[in-house]
């Protein structure tokens, strides 16, 4: 018996083929992150592990204690045959398996990424901090690559409280997490952000500002 959501789908079922999907992720780099805090000084080292694992991209962190965890692309590909025509909202993908529609929007990327949605404040708004991590790392620099902060997070003896954490959390957000390019440059709230990590944790680092979700949403359709 015919499914009704068959009617649906944007790819006819006699249409499907076998295929797979390519994984393009920075993932593997969570290694410098680790590296990074275990290069804290003996006085900081365990209040900054603490910090960063407590913070909004902390738990992506366990994925580098799981190296057993694969990409399946073949199960991806399988999945996105079956995506309907639907009338609900665009930021929302819906699939057939077996008879029922199923949804992926804003909510379950949320409780997967563990990511915020919200109300984006001013971005100008953040003020520069005196001794900032901005000022001391680098001095004089108008404008900070994603690639400079990886020259500092991969070889840098941290003697201060909370640099690494700050640093880090800036790396995971734009290579980790937004795929951004290496010569991409760090926009002066992020560094004026990061200054307070309460702020920077309750930042909806997963709206539509960011593009997290809707980067993901466009890679798939």
């Known amino acids: 018996m ?20 390519t994984r393009h992720n920075h993932f593997d780099a969570l290694g410098h992150i680790d590296d990074a805090l275990n290069r804290v000084s003996a006085e900081f080292a365990d209040e900054d592990r603490r910090q960063f694992m407590a913070s909004c991209f902390g738990h992506f962190h366990f994925l580098s204690m799981h190296r057993e965890i694969k990409f399946l692309g073949g199960i991806i590909h399988r999945l996105l045959l079956r995506e309907l025509h639907h009338n609900g909202p665009t930021d929302e993908m819906q699939f057939m398996l077996g008879n029922q529609s199923v949804r992926f929007s804003k909510v ?23 001794n900032s991590i901005h000022q001391r790392y680098f001095p004089g620099a108008d404008k900070v690559s994603l ?24 790396y ?7 795929w951004v390019d290496e010569r991409f440059k760090i926009p002066v709230w992020q560094f004026r952000l990061v200054e307070d990590l309460d702020t920077f944790d309750a930042f909806p680092w997963g709206c539509p500002r960011v593009q997290a979700f809707y980067l993901l949403i466009q890679a798939c359709t």
């Not at 015919?2 to 999907?21: C, P, Q, S, V």
């Not at 902060?149 to 690494?164: H, L, N, Q, Y």
């Open 2 to 21: 015919r499914n009704r959501l068959n009617d649906l789908l944007k790819t006819a079922e006699e249409d499907w083929y076998e295929g797979n999907l």
């Open 108 to 130: 379950e990327f949320c409780l997967i990424t563990g990511l915020r949605f919200g109300v984006v404040s001013d971005t100008t708004k953040y003020a520069a901090v005196e």
């Open 172 to 178: 995971m957000l734009n290579w980790i997490l937004m």
């Open 147 to 170: 690639e400079d902060i990886r020259g500092v997070i991969t070889v840098a003896e941290f003697g201060k409280g909370s640099d690494a954490v700050k640093l880090c959390l800036i």
